[in-house]
C-alpha cells in the first residue's frame, strides 16, 4: 500500500517538477517586462526632475546588485511613483536582455564590444549610453597563518596563478617580504568557477603589468587549467577563509569584516593597500576609448601606473542604456535615474554601503553631460 | 501494465461511466500525457538551444578542450565519478538502513528511525551545499590529509590535498547523504512487501535470520532493489546546487585524485556555475551538455531496467 502510495505520490510530482523546469526555461529566454507608461511628468532640463512614474526594468552585473538597491531606494525616496526592478542575472546576459530590447537598461561589468554597440544600436533606433558608474577595488586575499601583511607585486602574483611559484617560502614573495617569517606551505591558488568581470579585470591586471609572466590575455573565463576554484565572490572568499596557504582575489565588498588577509600591491616603488580612493584615482588616470559614439564613455584602464595614490586591481562597472527612447516617459525616468546614480548623494551612498568608490568630479560631470542628451 | 477489465453489467454501465467516471479518465489521461509532453518540451528546448553549442568557437571551450565532445564528455565524466563514488557509499547504507527498519529494529525504534531518514530528504540541496562546503569540508581536511598521506600511492587519494577541503571526496559525501533517504524509502516498501508466508516457512526451515533475508526477502525484493538504487542515481548525477557548492572546478578535466584542488566538474554544478556569467557565449554549449546528461540519464535508466527485467526473466 505504501508503495502505491509513494508511486502516485512521485509520478505527478515529477511531472509537475519536469513542467515547471521546461516553462521556466522557456520564460527565461523572453522576459518580458513591462514598459515604462504613463510618465505623466517630464524631466527638467538638469536631470535631477522629481515625482517621475512609471515602470522601468533593468539588469545585469551582480556586482552592481547592493549598489543599485542602494540607488533605487534612494530614487524611490524622492519618486515614490517611479517602480525601478534590477535584476542580478549576470552582466552578460544584462546585456543580451538589453540588446533583445527587454530591459531598458543595463549593467555590465565589462564594456559592450564594438559588435554588442552595433547591436545595441539596432535596438535603441539611436546610439546606446554607456559609461562607469560603479568603482569597486579588488582585493587580492589570502589566508597563511602566522602571516599578517603580505606585500605581492604583479609578476609574482601572475607566477603565483600559473603554478610558477608553488610554495609560500618561494624566494620571489621572501624578496618582497624580507620581514614576514614565510612557511613552506604549499600554496593552493583559488580562482572564479563562473564567467565574472572580477576575473576578467584581474587578468587584465596581469596581463598588463606582469612583464610578460602572465601570457594570457584579459578574460572574464579564467583562461588556465588547474587551480581551486569557486563559484561567486562568496565562493573564494568562503574558500580562502577556511583553506590555510590560500590566495585569491575578490570584490572588496565582499571581503570587508570578513577577517581575511589583504596583500599590499605593488605600484611604481611602493606597495598600495586597497583602496576605493585609489582605484577612483586608477580610472581618473586611465585613457577613455576612441572610435565610440559620442554617448558611450569607455575606459581602457592603466593598470601599469607607478603612482602611489593610485591602485590598480579595480572594477568599473558600465551602466547601458539608450539615448533615445519612443516612450517619453521612459526616457525621462532612465534620465532621472541614471542622473541620480551619477550625482555625489547617489555615489556617496553606493561608496558608504557598497564600498564603491565615488566616480571622481570629472568624469561624473562627463556622464552628466551624456545623461542630459537622453530623450 | 495491461490491468484486466471486467464489463459491468449493463444496467450498471451507464451509472458507472457516469459524468464523474468520465471526467475522471480523462484527468488521468491529462495527467499521463502531461509528463510526455513535458519530456518532449524539455528535449525539444535543449536541442534546439544547445545545437549551436556542438559547433562553437574552439576558444568557448576554455583552455582544456577542443570542441563539444570533449568538453561534454569531461564533464560527463566527473558526473559519473562522483555518482558512483556516491552510490558506493550510499548503497551499503541504504540496504542495510532499509533492513534495520523493516526486519531487524524494534517497531518502537523502527517507526521514529524510518521518520527521520524520510526527513533527511526534505532537507534542501542548498542546505546540504552550505554545510558540505562550509562545515563538512574543513572539518574532513585532516581525514584527506591523513588519506593523502597514508594511501596516497593510490590515485585517489595522490596528489596536493586542498586545504579548504572542497574535494570530489566530500562532494561524494555530500551526494550519498542526500540519496541515501531515497534509496533507503524505496528498498525498505520493497522489503516490507516480501510475503509473510515464505519469510516464516523459511524460518521454519531452520533459516537464521541473515539467510531468511538472503533466500527470501532479497529475490523477492530485487527489481524494487534496483528500482531506488537507479533513483539515487539519478539524483546522484543530477544534483546541481550541492555540487556546484561543494565542488572547487573549473574548466571540466578528467582526473581521479579525489582529496586536490583540481577536480573534474560535473555537468549539472558546470550549468549552475557558468550559465549566468559575464560570457553569455557559453549558454548553449551548456544547454547541449544539459542535453547530452538528459540522454544519459535515460540510457543508464533502460540500461538497469533491461538488466532487471532479464534476471526476473531467468529467477522465473
Excluded at chain 1, 517586462?33 to 504613463?38: D, K, L, N, R, V
Excluded at chain 1, 611604481?268 to 576609448?289: C, I, W, Y
Excluded at chain 1, 568599473?316 to 541614471?338: Q, R
Excluded at chain 2, 577541503?165 to 566530500?170: C, I, S
Aim: charged share 15%.
Amino acid at each position: 500500500m505504501n508503495t502505491t502510495f509513494l508511486r502516485r505520490a512521485i509520478v505527478p510530482g515529477v511531472a509537475a517538477i519536469a513542467l515547471a523546469a521546461s516553462l521556466a526555461a522557456c520564460g527565461s529566454s523572453d522576459d518580458d517586462t513591462t514598459s515604462a507608461s504613463g510618465g505623466d511628468s517630464s524631466a527638467s532640463a538638469g536631470g535631477s526632475a522629481t515625482n517621475l512614474s512609471g515602470s522601468l526594468a533593468g539588469g545585469g552585473s551582480s556586482a552592481q546588485e547592493k549598489a543599485q538597491d542602494i540607488w533605487r531606494a534612494g530614487f524611490g525616496a524622492s519618486n515614490p511613483d517611479a517602480k525601478i526592478t534590477y535584476e542580478s542575472v549576470g552582466s552578460g546576459t544584462g546585456r543580451d536582455n538589453f540588446i533583445s530590447g527587454s530591459y531598458k537598461f543595463a549593467g555590465s561589468d565589462s564594456a559592450m564590444e564594438s559588435d554588442e554597440l552595433t547591436s545595441a544600436k539596432k535596438t535603441c533606433g539611436s546610439d546606446p549610453v554607456e559609461f562607469p558608474v560603479f568603482i569597486s577595488p579588488i582585493d587580492v586575499i589570502y589566508n597563511l597563518k602566522g602571516v599578517d601583511s603580505l606585500k605581492l607585486d604583479a609578476p609574482t602574483i601572475a607566477k603565483i596563478f600559473n603554478g610558477t611559484i608553488t610554495t609560500w617560502d618561494d624566494p620571489a614573495i621572501k624578496a618582497l617580504n624580507p620581514d614576514a617569517s614565510l612557511p613552506s606551505t604549499k600554496i593552493q591558488p583559488v580562482h572564479r568557477s563562473d564567467s565574472s568581470g572580477t576575473t576578467d579585470n584581474f587578468t587584465d591586471y596581469l596581463h598588463q603589468a606582469s612583464g610578460g609572466a602572465w601570457k594570457d590575455d584579459h578574460s572574464s573565463d579564467w583562461p588556465l587549467q588547474g587551480g581551486a576554484a569557486a563559484k561567486g565572490t562568496d565562493g573564494v572568499v568562503s574558500s580562502v577563509k577556511s583553506g590555510d596557504g590560500t590566495i585569491s582575489y575578490a570584490d572588496d565588498s565582499g571581503v570587508q569584516g570578513q577577517g581575511l588577509g589583504i596583500a599590499q600591491i605593488k605600484v611604481g616603488s611602493q606597495f598600495v593597500t586597497p583602496s576605493a580612493d585609489g582605484a577612483a584615482a586608477g580610472l581618473a588616470a586611465s585613457q577613455v576609448a576612441t572610435g565610440t559614439p559620442a554617448t558611450v564613455l569607455q575606459y581602457n584602464i592603466n593598470r601599469k601606473t607607478t603612482d602611489p595614490k593610485t591602485y590598480p586591481i579595480f572594477m568599473a562597472s558600465y551602466e547601458i542604456a539608450c539615448s533615445t527612447y519612443s516612450d517619453s516617459g521612459t526616457a525621462a525616468l532612465v534620465k532621472g535615474f541614471l542622473s541620480y546614480m551619477i550625482s555625489d548623494q547617489g555615489q556617496a551612498a553606493a561608496a558608504k554601503n557598497a564600498f564603491s568608490a565615488p566616480l571622481p568630479a570629472d568624469i561624473s560631470a562627463k556622464e552628466q553631460a551624456i545623461v542630459d542628451k537622453i530623450s | 501494465m495491461t490491468t484486466p477489465t471486467l464489463d459491468p453489467p449493463a444496467e450498471l454501465r451507464a451509472k458507472r461511466f457516469g459524468l464523474g467516471d468520465r471526467v475522471f479518465s480523462n484527468l488521468a489521461l491529462l495527467a499521463g500525457l502531461t509528463i510526455l509532453v513535458a519530456l518532449a518540451a524539455v528535449f525539444v528546448f535543449l536541442a534546439i538551444r544547445g545545437i549551436p553549442g556542438l559547433s562553437a568557437d574552439k576558444s568557448i571551450y576554455g583552455p582544456g578542450s577542443t570542441n563539444f565532445w570533449e568538453y561534454a564528455g569531461k564533464a560527463l565524466f566527473g558526473t559519473c565519478l562522483s555518482a558512483v563514488i556516491a552510490m558506493i557509499i550510499a548503497v551499503p547504507f541504504s540496504l542495510g538502513l532499509a533492513l534495520f527498519i523493516s526486519h531487524y529494529a524494534p517497531r518502537r525504534l523502527a517507526v521514529p528511525v524510518a521518520y527521520v531518514i524520510d526527513l533527511l530528504a526534505a532537507v534542501p540541496s542548498v542546505v546540504f551545499g552550505l554545510w558540505g562546503a562550509r562545515t563538512l569540508a574543513p572539518a574532513l581536511v585532516p581525514t584527506q590529509d591523513w588519506l593523502n598521506a597514508h594511501l596516497g600511492f593510490i590515485p585517489l587519494f595522490g596528489g596536493t590535498p586542498y586545504s579548504a577541503g572542497r574535494t570530489m571526496f566530500v562532494a561524494a559525501i555530500v551526494l550519498a547523504i542526500m540519496i541515501i533517504p531515497i534509496t533507503t524509502a524505496i528498498c525498505r516498501e520493497v522489503f516490507a512487501q516480501t510475503p509473510r508466508l515464505q519469510e516464516e516457512a523459511a524460518l521454519a526451515l531452520g533459516a537464521t535470520r541473515w539467510e531468511m533475508v538472503r533466500y527470501a526477502v532479497f529475490p523477492h525484493s530485487r527489481s524494487g532493489v534496483v528500482a531506488g538504487i537507479m533513483l539515487g542515481l539519478g539524483r546522484a548525477m543530477g544534483e546541481t546546487m550541492a555540487v556546484a557548492m561543494i565542488l572547487s572546478a573549473g574548466d571540466p578535466i578528467v582526473t581521479f585524485h579525489l582529496v586536490t584542488s583540481e577536480n573534474p566538474q560535473t555537468i549539472a554544478s558546470n550549468i549552475a556555475q557558468k550559465f549566468y556569467g559575464d560570457n553569455t557565449n557559453i549558454q548553449s554549449v551548456l544547454l547541449a551538455t544539459g542535453l547530452v546528461l538528459f540522454l544519459f540519464t535515460f540510457l543508464v535508466n533502460f540500461t538497469a531496467r533491461a538488466l532487471v527485467a532479464r534476471s526476473e526473466r531467468k529467477l522465473s
